[in-house]
């Protein structure tokens, strides 16, 4: 009942948009900050974004910074993570975590979410 659940994954053309969410289930998000990483398969995870708990500060990876914007709507118990101009670099699996506190962090993160799908091509 305490989970993480994305959604919005999936197939894209290059150049496209996409949006991700990641919905609590079982806890509310207010106090935890939202972080989203990405994986490909045999390498290292990548934190790609995150958003602290008041949603007032944001981080995001130099390989997607001004193309992906995360947000958060605690009146939903919700993260999101909108993806535009997709590149065929931005596919993996992308997951979502939460960590209490304020800051983002790079480990200690408390849930984490199953993962969804994201292919970019043509």
């Known amino acids: 009942q305490l989970q993480l659940e994305e959604s919005g994954g999936g197939l894209v053309q290059p150049g496209g948009s996409l949006r991700l969410s990641c919905a609590a289930s079982g806890f509310t998000l207010d106090g935890y900050a939202i972080a989203w990483f990405r994986q490909v398969p045999g390498k290292e995870r990548e934190r790609v974004s995150c958003?602290?708990?008041?949603?007032?500060?944001?981080f995001s990876a130099d390989s997607v910074k001004g193309r992906f914007t995360i947000s958060r709507d605690d009146a939903k118990s919700t993260g999101y993570l909108h993806m535009n101009s997709l590149k065929a670099e931005d596919t993996a699996i992308y997951y979502c975590a939460v960590r209490k506190g304020v800051l983002c962090g790079l480990t200690g993160y408390d849930y984490w979410g199953q993962g969804t799908q994201v292919t970019v091509s043509a």
């Open positions: 958003i602290s708990n008041s949603g007032r500060n944001t």
